[in-house]
């Protein structure tokens, strides 16, 4: 770009690099999603379509993106985790939560209609997004522990305050305060008790989130290739490896899932 007298401007924009050899994760969140469920008729307490679509939009962020090595996704947020050393967009804090945020708001109404085919879109729904920096591996599995907690927590308590609604007819003033003070054990007794409903039998979607992981697919390739001594050809078996996107609904906060994908906290 040639030079002018009004470059000088550029001296203006703050250096927003993240600290080095830190894990960078972006999150991304809904904006007003309570309206945006209500207005779209969202089966509460959990509809499979808005979920499975949030992961369709993160596994287009993964493909976009080399660099992130694992997503963790709930309700209405994802979170994207990039290896310590990244140099993607040089670290720069704006520049990967704008891009993050705004391709998963674009893959979210990009995919919209292949999941609710019946339903239009009322207005285009937003995400906002922020950066954070986690310097050791126990302080990025905390993080991910903290928003498995989360799911769980919140997942309990939805499903006791909306079959409190649905079921027994009570207003959202008297489920919530049914539910006022109770602990996760009462949760669960209303739950047996009142609606014959197991929580340890609902899916594990529900009550862990999703995690994508990016693993190592291996195929096999047939090729003619020249013999060494020029006397032909012959056919010889090469393997390829290529990342594959795997979903999971499996428990991230014991040892069992890092153990089985080591490589996660191993990339640098």
Not at 120 to 135: G, M
Not at 151 to 177: D, K, M, R
Not at 215 to 231: A, F, H, L, N
Request: glycine residues 2%; hydrophobic residues 35%.
């Amino acid at each position: 770009m040639a030079n002018s007298k009004f470059e000088y401007v550029r001296k203006f924009e703050t250096e927003d690099r993240c600290l080095p050899n830190c894990w960078i994760i972006v999150r991304v969140d809904g904006k007003a999603f309570h309206k945006f469920s209500d207005l779209h008729k969202f089966v509460k307490p959990n509809d499979d379509r808005s979920l499975n679509l949030m992961t369709k939009a993160a596994e287009t962020i993964l493909q976009e993106f080399d660099d992130i090595v694992l997503a963790y996704g709930q309700s209405d947020e994802y979170s994207f985790v990039f290896k310590k050393n990244t140099k993607t967009y040089n670290r720069r804090q704006s520049k990967l939560m704008t891009n993050i945020s705004s391709l998963f708001a674009a893959s979210y109404v990009f995919y919209w209609a292949d999941f609710f085919p019946d339903t239009k879109l009322q207005y285009p729904p937003s995400f906002d997004a922020r950066v954070v920096l986690y310097p050791s591996d126990q302080n990025l599995r905390d993080y991910l522990s903290w928003r498995q907690v989360d799911c769980h927590i919140n997942n309990q308590y939805n499903t006791c305050f909306w079959n409190l609604v649905q079921v027994s007819a009570l207003s959202p003033a008297e489920a919530h305060g049914r539910l006022k003070g109770t602990l996760a054990s009462d949760k669960n007794e209303l739950l047996f008790s009142e609606f014959n409903i197991n929580y340890n039998n609902l899916p594990e979607l529900y009550k862990k989130g999703t995690v994508v992981i990016k693993e190592q697919e291996v195929t096999s390739v047939q090729r003619e290739i020249p013999k060494t001594d020029g006397s032909g050809t012959e056919e010889k078996t090469f393997t390829k490896k290529r990342p594959k996107l795997v979903a999971l609904n499996v428990d991230i906060i014991r040892d069992t899932f890092w153990k089985d994908h080591p490589y996660i906290l191993e990339s640098s």
